[in-house]
């Protein structure tokens, strides 16, 4: 029982590509502080909003005075006062230039873009850990080919020391074998260290200890559903700037930058302001027994109400205003211009990634043709090496290029897999749930 709870203990856990997809965007520092800052503009826009209607304030007063006091119905008294006062008042904008409505219009543009910069977020985020993902299985599939390299020549190598000793082989096949033994193993070395810093940098990324046992799962992708897969490059186009989040972050960008502007030229504008108060006050000198009581005082005597119109012109100040509207103008049309950027980068990313994806097509065809005939033709050189007819060089030769025919292989296969994720990448379709 005690083996089988160690060995149960020790079991590697395994680690499949939608897990790690889902933890990297659950753990992702980047993705979590604009997840807080799309809060922040949530508020700023409920904040607008709320501008719109009046702004109501309550003042309430409770104090007492020595020395000469005033009361309203007495005029000017000496002695300690008791005084109570309570005002409320209301301001509501009647035009500022539409300063306001421009402000509501810029912060639900700001929260927009926002949202589009927390989406594209998330998708870097899963491009960057399927980037990593697929290069450690990469990483794995190189070990296997370099280790299984290793293996045969090590087999031969022993096939020839024995030949040696029968005087049918040469010392100096012998030696050679030896080098290309230790040059494969080298190989399978030198594969193992580039996984072990791949692993770290996935671990990095999905803050995991690096410590733990992990098993990466390949993806159930039908490799030839990919190769098979046909597309038109201008769908690509018109879907990716429907949805890629930075395009679409850039545009509504550009949209807040016009509402600013336009809200700070209102500040050049008269300002048209409803203004009203209600309040009322009580006075008592102390020793004072004829004082109305507080209810008479406050309820009716000392009552006031107050409403009207205020109208505030801007003559000259500086030029502040004008000099805050030509910095917004500036900003305004630096934000257009980043619109355009953001139009060619999306263009150019669907060309090469429409482009690189036929290319991948047919590189995979390419190297599982060159696999098979270097694997054909390492069997045949086998042969005539076994039988004399070949020499050690040729046959090295042979195996050199199977190795390499192999690796291509392998890279072009991961390459054709990885195309999938770039596709929907540049098309601003990747989603968490997308590999389901």
């Known amino acids: 029982m005690f083996a089988l709870t160690l060995s149960a203990q020790t079991q590697p856990k395994i680690l499949t590509f939608n897990d790690a997809i889902k933890i990297a965007v659950r753990n992702g520092m980047l993705l979590n502080q604009q997840k807080n800052n799309l809060e922040l503009n949530r508020i700023q826009k409920a904040s607008a909003i709320a501008g719109l209607s009046p ?3 309550t003042t309430v007063q409770a104090y007492q005075t020595n020395g000469n006091s005033f009361i309203q119905q007495q005029g000017v ?4 006062v008791d005084a109570f006062n309570a005002f409320l008042n209301a ?15 810029q912060t639900s543009k700001a929260l927009d873009a926002q949202l589009f910069y927390v989406n594209r977020t998330a998708q870097d985020i899963i491009s960057t850990v399927a980037t990593q993902y697929l290069t450690l299985l990469l990483d794995e599939e190189l070990i296997r080919i370099a280790k299984e390299n290793a293996k045969a020549q090590q087999k031969l190598l022993l096939q020839i020391q024995e030949q040696t000793k029968l005087g049918a082989r040469s010392p100096v096949d012998e030696y050679n074998q030896l ?9 399978a070395l030198q594969a193992e260290v580039t996984m072990v810093n791949d692993r770290s940098l996935l671990a990095l990324t999905l803050l995991l200890d690096d410590f733990e046992d992990v098993e990466f799962a390949k993806p159930d992708w039908d490799i030839n559903e990919l190769s098979s897969r046909e597309l038109e490059l201008e769908n690509l186009y018109k879907t990716s700037l429907e949805r890629r989040g930075d395009y679409l972050r850039a545009k509504s960008n550009e949209r807040a930058a016009k509402f600013n502007m336009d809200a700070n030229r209102a500040l050049m504008m008269p300002t048209l302001s409803g203004i009203a108060q209600y309040g009322s006050a009580y006075n008592k000198q102390e020793g004072d027994n004829t004082a109305r009581s507080f209810s008479d005082q406050f309820r009716t005597d000392n009552v006031r109400k107050q409403y009207g119109l205020q109208l505030n012109i801007p003559m000259f100040n500086g030029l502040q205003n004008r000099t805050t509207y030509v910095q917004q103008r500036v900003l305004y ?6 619109t355009q950027n953001a139009e060619i980068v999306v263009k150019t990313d669907v060309y090469k990634a429409y482009q690189n994806l036929q290319l991948y097509k047919q590189s995979y065809t390419v190297t599982y043709d060159m696999f098979k005939a270097a694997e054909v033709a390492l069997e045949y050189e086998l ?5 004399g007819v070949t020499s050690f060089v040729e046959y090295a030769n042979a195996n050199r290029v199977l190795v390499q025919a192999q690796t291509d292989r392998a890279q072009a296969e991961y390459r054709l897999l990885f195309q999938k994720v770039v596709i929907d990448y540049v098309t601003g379709a990747l989603t968490p749930d997308a590999f389901n």
């Open 55 to 57: 702004s109501l304030s």
């Open 77 to 80: 008294v000496n002695g300690t």
């Open 91 to 105: 301001n509501v904008t009647l035009f500022n230039g539409f300063s306001q409505i421009n402000r509501v219009r």
């Open 179 to 187: 080098s290309q033994t230790k040059a494969a193993e080298l190989r």
């Open 333 to 338: 049309l630096n934000s257009k211009v980043n």
């Open 383 to 387: 042969e005539r090496y076994n039988l």
